[in-house]
């Protein structure tokens, strides 16, 4: 980029917002979609459209936002952590023309939200031709930070490989791509709710798990539909419902990831299910110890078999086998035990106890429960070895 072209993009950056950049006399002052509420600014001469509306935020919710980026401070590393200011999140989004990732496939819509000193803010670009690419994504770029953390869903499979490659395809022509953090939030609604809902699209967590089902709303799969007769007619009427679409997912990656965060980091009440969720993910992110508390309050909340068991085989990951022996002993009372916890059992008897007899007698429950063929193998196996050591007591 030549420097003429450079210092005329810096001087686009010194205007104060929402006025837009002079346009240059030989170009259109008007757009049909300012009466929507996008505004023109120019890249190279080029322009292009950008709308900010902002919404007022309770209290409440600024709060929790901010209760939660001071826990992620003191927290272990994690995928949801941040803990800069929150204005660094990024609610982020794009509409495509397509589902691929092909060179035919182009975004026509970019949209981020953050919590700012005035409320949440959501800003969106949008792509009036293909011509105007350039200042569409270089609008993006001048608002966008390293220092900045994308938080989306299903973008770092999706939507950040679309800017990409669309910017490395117009590199020439814009400002580097700054490399930051990037939390994805479609990974972290699976763990909580995927044998719960029937799909985790953002539609059916707003409905079920936010409890704020959509009305009168434009599917996002009619997008690229109603983009290209936009194209082809010039009509704008039917691009409102996309750009509402659009900004209220936005909005709600904001709430979503609050949410998610309260779960893993215990600062709100949660279900079992949540708990051994949280557990599942703490386990994987290398930190037991917030593992082993959320598989401690899974159990107490429901101590069901399942959750008993992973809470043992915590407790013996780090180093409490006495805690977990004890914690299982009881089950061998019971009247249709676990294969899979008398399994357990027999191995800390077995190894920690040194009582082969009450070991085989935990094998012996376990093959009486008809486990599956894999427990099954496991404890004929052990119970083979036991009745050595026992000098051929039978079962």
């Given amino acids: 980029m030549s420097l003429k072209k450079k210092l005329a993009r810096m001087k686009t950056h010194l205007q104060e917002e929402p006025a837009p950049a002079p346009a240059p006399e030989n170009l259109p002052d008007v757009s049909p979609l300012e009466k ?11 322009p292009s459209l950008r709308r900010r509306t902002v919404y007022e935020v309770s209290r409440a919710f600024r709060e929790r936002m901010e209760r939660v980026v001071e826990n992620w401070k003191e927290a272990p590393d994690h995928p949801l952590k941040h803990e800069q200011a929150v204005e660094q999140l990024m609610f982020f989004d794009t509409e495509t023309t397509g589902l691929s990732t092909g060179a035919g496939t182009f975004i026509f819509l970019i949209g981020y939200a953050r919590l700012t000193g005035d409320g949440l803010e959501v800003t969106q670009h949008f792509l009036e031709g293909p011509e105007k690419e350039a200042p569409f994504l270089g609008g993006f770029l001048d608002d966008f930070q390293a220092s900045d953390v994308i938080v989306s869903y299903n973008g770092k499979s999706f939507d950040w490989p ?23 939030l479609l990974h972290a609604a699976r763990r909580f709710w995927k044998h719960e809902l029937p799909s985790c699209r953002l539609a059916v967590i707003e409905e079920h798990v936010l409890r704020k089902p959509r009305t009168n709303d434009t599917p996002g799969a009619l997008a690229p539909l109603l983009y290209f007769d936009y194209m082809e007619t ?17 909005r709600t990656l904001m709430e979503l990831y609050v949410l998610l965060s309260e779960k893993v980091l215990q600062l709100d009440t949660l279900r079992s299910a949540d708990h051994a969720a949280a557990a599942h993910w703490w386990e994987k992110a290398g930190s037991p110890a917030h593992a082993e508390d959320h598989w401690r309050q899974a159990f107490e909340a429901d101590p069901r078999s399942s959750y008993r068991l992973r809470y043992a085989m915590m407790l013996q990951k780090r180093k409490k086998k006495q805690e977990a022996l004890a914690l299982l002993l009881p089950c061998l009372q019971d009247r249709s035990p ?4 008398m399994d357990e059992l027999a191995k800390l008897l077995e190894h920690e106890e040194k009582d082969s007899e009450r070991a ?9 429960a008809a486990p599956d063929s894999r427990t099954m193998a496991k404890l004929r196996k052990r119970a083979d070895r036991l009745q050595k050591k026992t000098g051929g007591l039978g079962l």
């Avoid at 929507?36 to 080029?46: A, M, N, Q, R, S």
């Avoid at 676990?338 to 916890?341: D, F, K, Q, T």
């Avoid at 085989?360 to 009486?368: K, P, Y």
């Fill in 234 to 250: 010039g009509k704008t009427e039917e691009l409102t419902g996309i750009f509402d679409h659009h900004d209220q997912d936005v």
């Fill in 360 to 368: 085989l007698r935990a094998v012996q429950r376990g093959l009486d």
């Fill in 36 to 46: 929507y509420g996008f505004v023109p600014f120019y890249l190279d001469e080029t």
């Fill in 338 to 341: 676990s294969p899979e916890v």
């Fill in 162 to 184: 679309q800017v990409k490659s669309r910017h490395q395809f117009l590199r020439r022509e814009l400002p580097r791509l700054p490399e930051s953090g990037h939390i994805d």
